[in-house]
């Protein structure tokens, strides 16, 4: 599995009910427990006083990535998302530990 840093915000579409925003962001948070539990969300970040999200996400590729992970969350079209690729640099100290 290759993994990406995802950044993404999201927008509520004005005119939205509270309580539709509600309701999908309680899906959301159940989708991506699922998606957790599957392997592909690993990690997920808020920066301080900010209204989006940082994530390190795995998939298979880019095309999995957006059609078969990004694309099952609920708040996926109120979305905008920067997508990078990353893989494991040579000084990562998690992998520093891995060989001790």
């Known amino acids: ?6 950044e993404l915000t999201t927008t509520v579409p004005e005119g939205t009910e509270p309580a539709e925003v509600e309701r999908m962001r309680a899906a959301e948070a159940v989708q991506a427990a699922e998606l957790a539990r599957a392997g592909h969300l690993v990690r997920l970040w808020r920066p301080v006083g ?3 999200s940082i994530g390190l996400w795995r998939a298979a590729d880019e095309a999995e990535l957006y059609e078969a992970v990004l694309g099952t969350l609920p708040l996926w079209p109120w979305m905008t998302s920067t997508v990078t690729s990353v893989h494991s640099h040579p000084n990562d100290p998690a992998g520093s530990r891995d060989a001790i």
């Open 1 to 6: 599995m290759k993994e990406f840093l995802v």
């Open 50 to 52: 900010e209204l989006r």
